[in-house]
């Protein structure tokens, strides 16, 4: 029987986000949903996460992170009010969500109470409040939370969290027989659904409706490196129809940038292995969403700055195509963007001269266009490719071209 395992707890408000959607999702697809509370922290613990993730990264990401949240729960018409201190200690609710007469009423209330209301979960009388507006036995589920079979209740989902491959909140497994999927991030309810609709790409929508050209610019950092601005980089045009914007392009040197901001350089190497091994899934899915050919290249990390300066060398106005097949070259075929043979052909492939644009290429002009273009991506405060800006508004990741098109048809 099919079925979604939503793995959460209240600290994150992205699961917050996810909890506010997931009851809708389980009506239209008529699939029940099994909430798991789990102690993030314990995940966290158990993979070498550090406790507070956002403590680890540079302040340009953190920076970002708060704006995007607060634009997530914006788009979703969602209140947001994070309590003083945050992140506060939720093991208490937690047990006491576990200990209630209604696992799933519970677990919204005590949301609310955390992200929509600023209520410290640490405070037993908030969390006890929290069960009784939602008319549940708050006194008794608080009483019952310090149980020693509700403490065990606790420990056990945070390990099987762990055995599912559970790496952050909020994570829903889809279990269907003997397949169990994992999905990441209440931006990620979509392929969810798709997922327990039984269907490995979605029902075409056909083309967007042309909109009139707005006159509005969105530029698009990118690295040649990163497969998902490849990702990105395909749906530009589809970007442009939407919005009746124009994207530029800003090819920055992506491990330049990375050096500056005391980021790995290669930062999926880095990452938890169950981490990793998601994130190498998830290119896969949106290459299936989007309908375009994805292989991981045999040469990684890739080796991209000639790549980069020949981009820059192009005209401006066959920059994109010369951009694509770059991408295609990198991320399909698996060519090897370091060498001039394959340079010189790929030029060609786009009906360009490749003479005048390799002879440019270690040009000091042409080095010192991709080093102002890196660091001006510092100064705005990017951090990682593919990022769009809209004016001074960013987006990080292909992910956001939604919020991105969200946003634009909002302000026309």
């Given at each position: 029987m099919r079925r979604v395992e939503l793995y959460y707890d209240f600290v994150c408000p992205y699961a917050y986000l996810a909890s506010r959607r997931i009851d809708a999702l389980a009506e239209r697809v008529g699939v029940a949903i099994e909430h798991v509370p789990m102690l993030l922290g314990g995940v966290f613990r158990a993979i070498g996460t550090p406790n507070i993730p956002m403590d680890a990264v540079n302040a340009s990401?953190?920076?970002?992170?708060?704006?995007?949240?607060?634009?997530?729960?914006?788009?979703?018409?969602?209140?947001?009010?994070?309590?003083?201190?945050?992140?506060?200690?939720?093991?208490?609710?937690?047990?006491?969500?576990?200990?209630?007469?209604?696992?799933?009423?519970?677990?919204?209330?005590?949301?609310?109470?955390?992200?929509?209301?600023?209520?410290?979960?640490?405070?037993?009388?908030?969390?006890?409040?929290?069960?009784?507006?939602?008319?549940?036995?708050?006194?008794?589920?608080?009483?019952?939370?310090?149980?020693?079979?509700?403490?065990?209740?606790?420990f056990e989902n945070t390990e099987r969290a762990v055995a599912r491959g559970v790496f952050g909140a909020p994570s829903l497994v889809v279990v269907d027989d003997d397949r169990a999927d994992l999905f990441w991030g209440h931006d990620r309810l979509d392929?969810?659904?798709?997922?327990?609709?039984?269907?490995?790409?979605?029902?075409?929508?056909?083309?967007?409706?042309?909109?009139?050209?707005?006159?509005?610019?969105?530029?698009l950092f990118l690295d040649y490196s990163s497969p998902f601005a490849y990702l990105a980089a395909t749906q530009l045009d589809a970007l442009e129809r939407r919005t009746g914007a124009t994207v530029v392009l800003k090819p920055l040197l992506l491990g330049g940038l990375f050096r500056d901001l005391g980021t790995p350089d290669v930062p999926l190497f880095e990452m938890p292995e169950?981490?990793?091994?998601?994130?190498?899934?998830?290119?896969?899915?949106?290459?299936?969403?989007?309908?375009?050919?994805?292989?991981?290249?045999?040469?990684?990390?890739?080796?991209s700055v000639k790549a980069l300066r020949l981009t820059l060398c192009c005209p401006g106005e066959r920059r994109r195509d010369l951009a694509l097949a770059l991408f295609r070259a990198a991320w399909v075929d698996d060519r090897d963007l370091s060498a001039d043979s394959e340079l010189t052909a790929i030029v060609r492939e786009v009906g360009l001269d490749p003479t005048p644009l390799l002879a440019d290429l270690a040009s000091p002009a042409v080095k010192a266009q991709l080093r102002a273009s890196t660091d001006e991506a510092r100064a705005r405060r990017i951090f990682g490719v593919p990022t769009f800006a809209a004016g001074d508004e960013l987006f990080w990741g292909q992910d956001k071209i939604g919020a991105l098109t969200a946003t634009l048809l909002k302000e026309a």
């Open positions: 990401k953190a920076a970002y992170m708060r704006l995007e949240l607060e634009r997530s729960a914006r788009l979703a018409g969602v209140a947001l009010k994070k309590p003083k201190g945050h992140p506060r200690r939720t093991v208490l609710a937690l047990r006491a969500a576990l200990a209630s007469d209604d696992l799933p009423r519970a677990s919204h209330a005590l949301f609310a109470a955390y992200w929509a209301e600023g209520r410290d979960l640490e405070d037993p009388a908030e969390v006890l409040g929290a069960l009784e507006r939602a008319e549940l036995d708050g006194a008794g589920a608080v009483r019952r939370a310090s149980s020693d079979a509700i403490k065990r209740r606790l392929f969810v659904e798709r997922a327990l609709a039984r269907s490995d790409r979605p029902a075409p929508d056909g083309p967007p409706t042309p909109r009139p050209a707005t006159g509005r610019v969105i530029e169950s981490k990793r091994r998601y994130q190498l899934r998830e290119l896969a899915l949106w290459a299936d969403h989007y309908g375009v050919p994805f292989r991981f290249p045999t040469r990684f990390p890739l080796s």
